[in-house]
């Protein structure tokens, strides 16, 4: 079991607390893992008898402004539990922080597949398609929920979204800035003035990549989409975007694609991947330059995040200085899009 001095806080008082909030949770604790090579909120397996939950939590240390708000993804996830949006099964939400210090939450412990490499090695390319079709569709089940309905008035502003994000974001580069990146200044002034339509509303992940999602076991199926720490009321368009990046990056900026042989693999090209997607959910549009520059930007000053946490001695993954390193890649990469114009194609 990990050790308190590792984690921080008292375990057994944790699964004391636990054993008390939830009744299916009367065993004594026996295992408390580490799971996942995420940036972000901590994420643990724990074993209570025979029954498995995940618990997931803040980091410690200082925290950017509305940053790992683990009490916003367990809201979102709850309320999905009532859509055919595959989410696993929220438990308990704590909200006082003297029990590990931090507020965390607790879900069901899902069996199912994490592919962290976008290239999928060892399936065969028609089971690659297929489940590059499944985390297309399940973005397109999302995008289609009626936020309304389930309950999440309030979980976000509506409309105007990419001018509240390039504000939002350059706010956290200032915050987090370890390096000059001219391209990060760049795109400050550029993404302003070259701003999408922005006035369409729906749930948006925010984060919405391969390794995000949990897949069936045996079946190209996406079981769960995961890590919603950026969900919030947006452009949809923003999450395709996001999604998106991945044919541009290479293998070495965060498990990119670019320079692969895509058609060989069974991975569909960036264009049909779109093309399904608007097909699917009945748009007539696309991404634009914008639209990447953009999600690049966003995801460069995520990483200088990470960077900043990393000199701070706060940082979730052990490679988080190397991770911290991809701020320039990116941003170097956003710049060169908008420098090409609207060669979208990899």
């Known amino acids: 079991m990990t050790e308190k001095a590792e984690l921080g806080f008292d375990v057994e008082r944790l699964a004391a607390y636990l054993r008390d909030a939830l009744p299916e949770l009367q065993d004594s604790l026996t ?56 989410v696993p099964k929220m438990l308990h939400l704590c909200e006082d922080r003297t029990v590990i210090g931090s507020l965390f939450y607790v879900m069901e412990a899902l069996d199912g597949r994490v592919f962290h490499d976008s290239l999928i090695p060892g399936v ?42 390039i504000r939002r974001w350059t706010r956290q580069w200032h915050a987090s800035k370890t390096r000059d990146i001219p391209e990060i200044d760049r795109l400050i002034a550029w ?24 897949f069936h076991a045996e079946q190209p199926e996406v079981i769960a ?16 975007a996001f999604n998106g990046m991945l044919w541009h990056a290479t293998p070495d900026m965060y498990v990119g694609i670019a ?63 190397d991770v911290g390193r991809l701020s320039e890649s990116y941003a170097k990469l956003a710049w060169s899009l908008v420098e090409n114009g609207d060669e979208l194609r990899p």
């Open 124 to 165: 065969s390319p028609k089971e690659r398609a297929a489940i590059y079709d499944s985390m297309n569709d399940t973005l397109v089940k999302l995008h289609q929920v009626d936020w309304r309905a389930i309950g999440l008035d309030g979980f976000g502003k509506t409309g105007h979204y990419f001018e509240r994000q």
């Open 191 to 214: 993404l302003p003035n070259n701003r999408a339509q922005d006035d369409e509303t729906t749930i948006v992940h925010g984060d919405y990549r391969l390794g995000n999602l949990m």
């Open 31 to 86: 295992a408390m893992t580490k799971i996942g090579g995420g940036q972000s909120n901590p994420t643990y397996k724990m074993r209570f008898g025979d029954l498995d939950v995940v618990l997931r939590k803040q980091p410690r240390g200082d925290l950017l402004p509305s940053a790992h708000a683990v009490d916003r993804e367990y809201r979102v996830q709850k309320a999905l539990a009532a859509t055919d949006v595959p």
């Open 225 to 240: 989409i995961l890590d919603w720490e950026l969900s919030t009321l947006g452009h949809p368009l923003a999450d395709l």
């Open 259 to 321: 320079g692969h042989d895509l058609l060989t693999l069974g991975i569909p090209s960036l264009e049909d991947y779109v093309g399904r997607y608007c097909r699917n959910a009945g748009r007539h549009d696309g991404i634009e330059t914008f639209h990447l520059a953009f999600s690049m930007f966003r995801f460069a000053v995520i990483f200088e995040g990470i960077a900043k946490r990393a000199l701070q001695g706060n940082a979730t993954a052990e490679n988080a200085e």
